[in-house]
């Protein structure tokens, strides 16, 4: 098994990589010291079992766990924590893998063999319960066969296309497999549904006007791009729309 260590302490993969080189059926392919590298080795080294850290700088292990996880093959992957027993009984009530630091052999071991896929799902519930951060800083699309990190700050809408969501940033737009629906319960505070099928960034909003037929529309600031068909705002969001414009 093909295994990818991630950890933003060199001590820490240290012991990983020396409790590791001692059992047969593990081969420690890479390291990473943060999520970035972490999504980058993963995508080039095709782990079967990530070991990662839930607490590192810049992206930390559960954003960096749901992005591991739109992978194809996913790898399974198995927390190390220092966390404390809110996100223990989370994670064995939703069998998510993991290891309580300081890392025990027997322990290590033995979440190594019953390491499974994470569903996507289960992974927000639990670190939901948890009390642990679920939001994340990026969003995950498949581009030719590997991963992009679209910052959630550059994004300027959310729109049905079909199966997927397209999104809509400052470099361009791609597909991603999120539901509307669970980007409006994540990304709720920052996005505004406007219709059915769209979710506007508030802050790249610029004001409400009507079109030539009459149809409320948003108007962006700045350069953003969104086909205007797509910015129509249905009747039963216009005042939801207008009361999220006065309080931003």
Not at 64 to 86: G, K, Q, R, S, W
Not at 140 to 149: I, Q, S, V
Not at 154 to 171: M, P, R, S
């Amino acid at each position: 098994m093909k295994v990818l260590i991630v950890d933003d302490e060199q001590p820490a993969r240290d012991r990983l990589r020396q409790i590791l080189a001692d059992e047969d059926g593990y081969d420690v392919v890479g390291e990473a010291a943060n999520g970035h590298e972490a999504l980058e080795q993963a995508a080039r080294l095709a782990p079967d079992i990530v070991l990662l850290d839930i607490r590192m700088p810049g992206m930390e292990g559960i954003e960096t766990a749901h992005h591991l996880n739109a992978m194809n093959p996913a790898p399974a992957v198995v927390f190390t924590t220092a966390y404390d027993e809110y996100a223990i009984d989370a994670f064995e009530a939703r069998a998510i893998g993991y290891v309580l630091k300081p890392v025990r052999r027997s322990r290590l071991t033995g979440a190594l063999e019953q390491a499974t896929r994470l569903v996507g799902s289960a992974l927000r519930e639990a670190t939901a319960e948890a009390r642990l951060d679920v939001r994340r800083k990026h969003v995950c699309a498949l581009a030719h066969g590997e991963l992009k990190l679209i910052p959630v700050d550059e994004i300027t809408a959310f729109t049905a296309d079909q199966k997927y969501v397209a999104v809509h940033h400052d470099n361009g737009h791609d597909l991603i497999d999120d539901s509307l629906k669970s980007l409006e319960a994540e990304f709720g505070d920052r996005f505004v549904r406007i219709h059915r099928g769209a979710l506007i960034a508030v802050a790249r909003i610029d004001r409400i006007d009507r079109n030539t037929e009459g149809k409320s529309r948003v108007i962006l600031r700045d350069n953003s791009q969104v086909e205007d068909k797509e910015l129509i705002i249905s009747r039963r969001h216009v005042a939801e729309v207008k009361r999220r414009l006065k309080e931003s």
